[in-house]
């Protein structure tokens, strides 16, 4: 059973990067035909896809944060990794990382979430 | 941008049915998936590619889609069913498939 688990500074400074890994446990992140996920919730309020990294490496983000983020994998540790450039207090959010497993597209697998605060 | 739309609020009396919409155009040519959240968790998927159940989710949840709508319907509601509820589908365009959530739905249990 594929396990998800975020890791990362609960506290940035606002214009610094946000880093946040996600270790895999229980499986391959190298396994085909999963879409590795991070997803947002800002305080009180809904799910904000950030954008996923593909088993075949290829990446796709939300237009309205493409400019600022970059994920990646690191198939040597089993993780894939999120980072979210030129912060403001507006990033402040519970960040998740989760991926689609036994039912279809849909994402079955979550991390616990990990809450970020952009404050100086 | 593919754009999902659901009702900020539901509110049901245990026992009763809820019905939860997700509005979108066309969505009925689209697999939608429901996550169900509770306060400090992380969302529970609940109901995949429109009307099947992951394993360990109660027969009472069940999902419909056709049309501009989908909907997510609890049967026999409980007061453990109260949380938020999202919808989501994967959107195709210029060559990328991206995902899409609605704006989730509270459930309250009166």
């Known amino acids: 059973q594929v396990q998800l688990q975020e890791s990362g500074p609960g506290l940035v400074k606002p214009s610094q990067t946000l880093s946040l890994t996600c270790t895999v446990s229980?499986?391959?992140?190298?396994?085909?035909?999963?879409?590795w996920s991070w997803i947002r919730q800002h305080p009180g309020k809904g799910l904000e896809w950030i954008g996923y990294?593909?088993?075949?490496?290829?990446?796709y983000y939300n237009p309205s944060l493409k400019s600022r983020v970059t994920i990646s994998v690191d198939t040597s540790k089993n993780q894939f990794s999120l980072k979210l450039s030129s912060v403001t207090a507006a990033d402040t959010a519970v960040y998740y990382c989760a991926s689609d497993g036994d039912y279809g597209d849909a994402f079955d697998i979550w991390g616990q979430g990990t809450m970020v605060t952009v404050s100086s | 941008s593919y754009v999902l739309t659901q009702p900020p609020s539901v509110s049901v009396a245990p026992g009763q049915t809820a019905r939860i919409t997700c509005g979108g155009n066309n969505i009925g040519s689209k697999s939608v998936h429901w996550y169900q959240q509770k306060p400090g968790q992380a969302p529970v998927l609940v109901v995949y590619?429109?009307?099947d159940r992951p394993s360990g989710i109660p027969e009472r949840f069940s999902g419909s889609n056709s049309g501009n709508t989908a909907t997510l319907t609890i049967s026999r509601v409980e007061a453990g069913d109260e949380a938020d509820y999202y919808c989501?589908?994967?959107?195709?365009?210029?060559?990328?498939?991206?995902?899409?959530f609605g704006g989730g739905t509270k459930l309250t249990v009166l």
């Open positions: 989501q589908v994967w959107d195709s365009s210029s060559d990328h498939r991206h995902v899409v």
């Open positions: 990294i593909y088993y075949s490496g290829s990446t």
């Open positions: 229980g499986g391959s992140i190298s396994s085909g035909g999963y879409y």
């Open positions: 590619d429109d009307s």
